[in-house]
């Protein structure tokens, strides 16, 4: 943060360019070798006003609006990925610890029942991983279309119920807790942000 109050959130490769000292730990060899995107900054994405309470990245937790920085030449140039491009196709991934798979099906079944979330666990995201990522210009139509996935998709066996449970979503707060547990966003901004439109929880 600067004297003016802006904060800046930087890339691991431009944080090493500039010599900061960070917590490299967070960073993947997958990140670096594979998917290559030690050049972006990342954040995730939360609805509403509730969010995440905490951040496994670190003790503090930073909230940015984006109606406030709609505008921001890096975040133009973004893009949303649905879940983690490795594992794109997949609402829990199999190679997830059991631990974060028995989490992510128990806050699964505070939504739906059992037969929808055992459907969920089986089924196909898309049929691409282009199908799961788009530009910051496409993100809302993208994520509206993505949120009916589990509805359309080929392999979808969704009950009346769970229909109903989705398309009677209306609230922030709600459209969160959906999200929540079919995706794992993530917003890539290349090499920087800069905003003073932020709080630190």
Same mark, same amino acid.
């Given at each position: 943060?600067?004297?003016?109050?802006?904060?800046?959130?930087?890339?691991?490769?431009? #944080? !090493?360019?500039?010599?900061?000292?960070?917590?490299?730990?967070?960073?993947?060899?997958?990140?670096?070798?594979? @998917?290559?995107?030690?050049?972006?900054?990342?954040?995730? #994405? %939360?609805?509403?006003?509730?969010?995440?309470?905490?951040?496994?990245?670190?003790?503090?937790?930073?909230?940015?609006?984006?109606?406030?920085?709609? %505008?921001?030449?890096?975040?133009?140039?973004? /893009? /949303?990925?649905?879940?983690?491009?490795?594992?794109?196709?997949?609402?829990?991934?199999?190679?997830?610890?059991?631990?974060?798979?028995?989490?992510?099906?128990?806050?699964?079944?505070?939504? !739906?029942?059992?037969?929808?979330?055992?459907? !969920?666990?089986?089924?196909?995201?898309?049929?691409?991983?282009?199908?799961?990522?788009?530009?910051?210009?496409?993100? @809302?139509?993208?994520?509206?279309?993505?949120?009916?996935?589990?509805?359309?998709?080929?392999?979808?066996?969704?009950?009346?119920?769970?229909?109903?449970?989705?398309?009677?979503?209306?609230?922030?707060?709600?459209?969160?807790?959906? !999200?929540?547990? @079919?995706?794992?966003?993530?917003?890539?901004?290349?090499?920087? @942000?800069?905003?003073?439109?932020?709080?630190?929880?």
């Amino acid at each position: 943060m600067d004297s003016n109050g802006k904060a800046t959130f930087f890339s691991r490769d431009e #944080l !090493l360019s500039r010599r900061i000292v960070f917590d490299q730990s967070h960073t993947t060899k997958s990140d670096i070798k594979d @998917l290559q995107t030690t050049d972006f900054a990342f954040f995730s #994405l %939360d609805i509403g006003e509730n969010g995440k309470s905490n951040s496994r990245f670190g003790k503090n937790k930073y909230e940015i609006p984006l109606k406030e920085i709609a %505008d921001n030449g890096y975040l133009r140039e973004s /893009f /949303f990925a649905m879940n983690d491009t490795l594992y794109w196709n997949k609402i829990i991934p199999p190679q997830w610890p059991l631990a974060a798979q028995e989490s992510l099906m128990r806050r699964m079944g505070t939504i !739906l029942d059992t037969h929808d979330v055992d459907n !969920l666990t089986q089924l196909e995201l898309g049929n691409y991983p282009e199908e799961t990522v788009f530009s910051y210009g496409e993100h @809302l139509n993208q994520l509206a279309i993505r949120m009916l996935w589990p509805l359309v998709a080929d392999n979808s066996n969704m009950s009346t119920k769970g229909r109903n449970t989705i398309l009677s979503t209306t609230t922030p707060d709600e459209y969160d807790s959906l !999200l929540s547990i @079919l995706y794992r966003v993530q917003v890539l901004v290349p090499v920087k @942000l800069e905003t003073e439109y932020f709080s630190r929880k």
